[in-house]
């Protein structure tokens, strides 16, 4: 049998496995609350592996995978900022969200202002995010079946992102977040097991000594040396200072961007006590851990064993390095049948992966819509909790569908760097809003409002008129140029316009409610009042 033939198998059968999981989430899903948070019952180990579903995404296990191979130290950056990112998350955030909030972000930053002005603000901010993080899931869904199936056609690579965000709104739409944290720990488990089994098989080949494997790696690089040493991808001489301005950018933009994760945050309210809370981040940082030093040998591996310009020529962003990897040394060990079985197996993993991340940033862009949009500016809190949840579904089918249509036209980039620019994106509106809500006590409506909106927009006017979309060979549109940001990553500037844009709405405002402050500030502490609804 082919690895398309045998890749295709098992591919279906992990969606008809999670498609039955999503039809008996939907016949428990009868509230909101079960709804937006899976009735809050998963366990602190249950969402900690769903942590992990939701955040070892396409970029993770595809991207950096390339992006190592392909650049050796520098593409093992991203592995590094993101692992690291979650002691943000676990010391400032984790804890106090689940205790502050109820179903969205906004909840947390309207309690103590004015409803209506944040709520709009946060739910601009939560869909903008998870739509540039869903674009760089559909484009790695393009590039893997391109390799399965041999779809070599942007028209059919076309069709495959099509069909995987045609899924994902099925997924989000009758499962809702019941559903979509049981996906996204099938797929987390799958992930560790095919993630670490050619990781073994990779470091027995080379008798676990890493320093044969890096050697190899360099040498097969044909950038010898420097392969292994920082400056191959960002800062090099060429790139001047500029370049080192855009690492010091992206850094940012990965450690501080997963606090700001519209997908990350909601999966807080889905335990029952703050305990849970933070064991569930604790299993999350223990699994992407162990993950991240998994891809070090999987784009090392893929360097040495399948060779970077293999890796290129597949795809010139390298996402399918990891495939490839899984293909080569199957073959080292047992022959062509254990490379096509092989091949086939990493291949199902990753859709497995593409699959249940898509189904998370949706339903928390969905959520955001009819909780914060819908229920709190346009009904003035007045929608019952079944109008919520069909709004929430409807909106799952047009962010869906703009979704599709943006992968689409983003194919050829590598998905670890669309990535970062959700990070950026992120840290630049969402995390400034949150830490002065749940810190500052002077921080009020003007403060919030502005402190998204500056550094939402900061953040996107740089990604326009940058490199990434106009004026440079890889970027969206390549016989346009109006770049004049030199940096590809925005994080540098959008992120202290964010903070400095949220501090003067505040002082430029007397609004200050000293009884709500105290109020949020027990709430995020101890816990009290977190089952009640938010009303505001």
């Known amino acids: 049998m082919s690895s398309q033939a045998l890749g295709a198998i098992l591919f279906l059968l992990f969606v008809a496995a999670t498609l039955g999981i999503t039809f008996w989430a939907s016949r428990q899903t009868k509230t909101a609350a079960d709804y937006y948070a899976g009735g809050r019952s998963f366990s602190g180990v249950q969402n900690g592996l769903a942590i992990g579903g939701d955040y070892m995404s396409a970029a993770s296990f595809l991207g950096i995978a390339g992006i190592i191979a392909l650049s050796?130290?520098?593409?093992?950056?991203?592995?590094?900022?993101?692992?690291?990112?979650?002691?943000?998350?676990?010391?400032?955030?984790?804890?106090?969200?689940?205790?502050s909030g109820k179903f969205t972000m906004a909840d947390v930053l309207a309690f103590r202002m004015s409803p209506r002005p944040v709520r709009t603000a946060a739910g601009v901010s939560t869909i903008t995010?998870?739509?540039?993080?869903?674009?760089?899931?559909?484009?790695?869904?393009?590039?893997?079946?391109?390799?399965?199936?041999?779809?070599?056609?942007?028209?059919?690579?076309?069709?495959?992102?099509?069909?995987?965000?045609?899924?994902?709104?099925?997924?989000?739409?009758?499962?809702?977040?019941?559903?979509t944290t049981w996906v996204q720990i099938v797929k987390a488990v799958l992930l560790m097991t095919g993630a670490g089994l050619v990781t073994l098989l990779v470091l027995g080949k080379y008798g676990f000594n890493l320093s044969g494997l890096l050697g190899d790696a360099a040498a097969q690089s044909g950038k010898g040396g420097n392969f292994l040493i920082p400056g191959l991808k960002y800062g090099t001489e060429?790139?001047?200072?500029a370049g080192k301005i855009d690492l010091i950018s992206l850094g940012l933009a990965l450690v501080l961007g997963t606090a700001g994760l519209p997908h990350i945050l909601i999966r807080f309210y889905t335990v029952?006590?703050?305990k849970d809370a933070r064991k569930s981040v604790l299993w999350g940082i223990g699994i992407i851990g162990v993950f991240y030093l998994f891809t070090l040998v999987l784009g090392f591996g893929a360097a040495a064993l399948v060779g970077s310009k293999a890796i290129a020529?597949?795809?010139?962003?390298?996402?399918?390095?990891?495939?490839?990897?899984?293909?080569?040394?199957?073959?080292?060990?047992?022959?062509?049948?254990?490379?096509?079985?092989?091949?086939a197996l990493i291949g199902a993993v990753a859709f497995a992966t593409i699959l249940a991340v898509v189904a998370g940033l949706t339903l928390a862009s969905s959520s955001s819509f009819s909780h914060d949009l819908y229920a709190h500016v346009f009904k003035r809190g007045n929608a019952t909790e079944r109008e919520e949840v069909v709004v929430a579904r409807i909106s799952a089918l047009v962010i869906g569908a703009i979704a599709i249509g943006l992968g689409i036209l983003a194919q050829g980039q590598n998905v670890a760097f669309l990535v970062a620019l959700a990070f950026a994106v992120a840290a630049s509106g969402n995390l400034p809003a949150i830490l002065y809500s749940l810190f500052w006590r002077r921080f009020n409506t003007a403060g919030a409002v502005s402190a998204i909106y500056g550094g939402l927009l900061s953040a996107l006017i740089l990604v326009i008129f940058s490199p990434v979309v106009s004026g440079s060979d890889a970027a969206l549109f390549k016989t346009a140029d109006f770049a004049w940001f030199p940096l590809s990553n925005p994080g540098i500037i959008s992120i202290p316009l964010g903070f400095f844009?949220?501090?003067?709405?505040?002082?430029?405002?007397?609004?200050?409610?000293?009884?709500?402050?105290?109020?949020?500030?027990?709430?995020?502490?101890?816990?009290?009042?977190?089952?009640?609804?938010?009303q505001h």
């Open 238 to 241: 060429a790139q001047g200072l």
């Open 272 to 274: 029952p006590t703050a």
């Open 501 to 534: 844009f949220g501090w003067l709405g505040t002082v430029l405002s007397k609004e200050y409610n000293a009884s709500k402050y105290a109020e949020i500030e027990v709430r995020s502490l101890t816990g009290v009042g977190a089952e009640k609804a938010v």
């Open 72 to 99: 050796g130290y520098d593409g093992f950056l991203y592995s590094i900022g993101f692992l690291v990112a979650w002691l943000v998350a676990l010391l400032l955030v984790a804890e106090l969200m689940r205790n």
């Open 313 to 343: 020529a597949a795809d010139k962003a390298g996402n399918t390095a990891a495939p490839l990897l899984a293909q080569s040394i199957g073959e080292a060990f047992m022959g062509n049948v254990g490379g096509t079985i092989l091949l």
């Open 129 to 179: 995010v998870s739509i540039f993080y869903l674009i760089a899931q559909m484009v790695g869904a393009g590039a893997l079946v391109g390799l399965l199936l041999g779809v070599t056609s942007p028209a059919g690579k076309a069709w495959t992102i099509v069909g995987v965000g045609i899924l994902m709104i099925v997924y989000v739409v009758f499962g809702g977040m019941k559903g």
